[in-house]
């Protein structure tokens, strides 16, 4: 006869509950917690998103809001300026005025940034810096900062390899892009005033 | 309230919602303004400002929102750059009064202390995003186990199964398993909200002939330096 020390069922959801709220009689809660330290990794990583669940609830901030304030929020969609009637208007052509391949940075740069590719595209009072830099003989990331007037988001999109990558620059106008295939990037950025485009350039 | 309508959880109704805003849908616009005004509002606060320099963040946020709109293509990111752009909007704010403060003051012995507002928040972005996403999920449950769940842990204080078990007309011994039953069901809705985000338009114009469609590998996430000090974001949670 084998020795039967059978491993026991694991922990159901209204058991872990009840733990994580104190409503486990004392034989029930040895049990659970005996299981609990057998050990038993997915019991124990279920009783631990199942508290963070829990904790998101009872530790709600999310207070009602006052009902002029909904009123206003509201209100800015109804005075909304109306919309422009195309999106697919001919987009801008960010410039070229900076690259590291180009005007060699200082050794000491260098030395900070690593292999990076430094680009800066410009267009009136809008910008992009980029800083490329390999993470294999096939992919690169791409980093960098959109400098626009306007306060909205703007998406950020990638094409390179007949592939398309599109992310959103955050608060701060920064984005990254990582495992992009290395070659002739074609990178455009969108907002509300529309598309720039900067020349393409290889990563 | 068991034959009630059931809001079916959508991971896509943001998506939806943007959508039929930018067609100018007025009612879009009130769901969406309702799904995370809360998030706005509690995101503002932790600034401390003035009733009405609250009230004004609050509309140029949603204000900036109805500018964005017809660029925002990704549902999954209106959470978070609703919470970001408070947040930059609100600490701009909170600056601009401190420094009106400060030129106010000529005795400086009699300046008052401002607090810092760029001092940490007690309750940090991620947090109050992941409380909106949860409530979004909770939204989507049926009533019943939104009522439970709202009574037990939205509740202040606390009731106990008899206090839940007479309002709710719900026998206590069912309590506990219904209880399970719903978190398991709001743990599913949490998850599909933070799931990879649908795209909130067609967007033909990037679906040229010939075009693979969008990599949805590796999905990268805005962001990265941030030249102003704001709050802390925990760890990344998954999109």
Do not use: N
């Amino acid at each position: 006869m084998p020795s039967d020390r059978r491993r026991p069922s694991h922990l159901s959801t209204e058991r872990l509950v009840d733990l994580l709220e104190d409503r486990l009689g004392a034989s029930a809660r040895r049990a659970a917690e005996e299981h609990l330290g057998m050990p038993c990794p997915s019991c124990r990583e279920r009783l631990r998103t199942l508290g963070a669940l829990l904790e998101r609830m009872r530790g709600d901030q999310l207070e009602a809001v006052p009902e002029a304030f909904h009123r206003r929020a509201i209100e800015v969609f109804a005075t909304r300026p109306a919309p422009a009637a195309s999106t697919s208007g001919p987009a801008a052509w960010l410039t070229l005025a900076f690259d590291s391949l180009r005007d060699p940075l200082p050794a000491a740069t260098r030395r900070a940034v690593g292999e990076a590719r430094r680009l800066r595209f410009v267009h009136g009072a809008a910008a992009i810096e980029i800083e490329c830099e390999p993470e294999s003989a096939d992919q690169c990331s791409l980093r960098g900062k959109l400098e626009v007037p306007e306060e909205q988001l703007h998406r950020i999109e990638l094409r390179v390899a007949g592939e398309r990558f599109d992310s959103w620059a955050d608060a701060d106008g920064a984005f990254h892009f990582e495992g992009v295939p290395r070659g002739r990037i074609e990178l455009s950025a969108m907002g509300p005033s529309g598309e720039l485009r900067a020349p393409p350039f290889e990563c | 309230m068991r034959f009630g309508l059931r809001p079916a959880l959508d991971p896509e109704l943001d998506a939806r919602l943007v959508a039929r805003c930018v067609q100018g849908d007025q009612r879009a616009w009130s769901a969406l303004v309702r799904r995370y005004e809360r998030l706005v509002y509690a995101v503002a606060r932790g600034y401390r400002l003035s009733d009405e320099d609250l009230a004004d963040v609050f509309q140029e946020v949603f204000a900036a929102l109805v500018r964005g709109l017809p660029r925002m293509r990704d549902a999954r990111a209106l959470c978070r750059w609703l919470s970001s752009t408070t947040d930059r909007i609100a600490l701009a704010t909170a600056l601009r009064r401190r420094r009106e403060r400060a030129r106010e003051d000529t005795l400086p012995e009699e300046r008052p202390e401002l607090a810092d507002p760029r001092e940490p928040a007690p309750v940090e972005l991620e947090t109050l995003e992941e409380q909106t996403l949860v409530r979004l999920a909770l939204a989507a449950l049926a009533a019943r186990c939104r009522s439970l769940l709202e009574a037990l842990y939205y509740r202040e204080p606390a009731p106990d199964y008899a206090e839940i078990s007479r309002d709710l007309g719900m026998p206590v011994g069912s309590i506990g398993p219904t209880r399970a039953r719903c978190i398991e069901k709001l743990e599913r809705a949490f998850a599909a909200l933070r799931e990879p985000g649908p795209s909130i338009t067609a967007a033909p114009r990037h679906t040229s002939p010939g075009e693979r469609p969008p990599r949805l590998r590796p999905r990268p996430r805005p962001g990265g330096t941030r030249s102003l000090p704001r709050r802390r974001r925990g760890r990344i949670h998954a999109e």
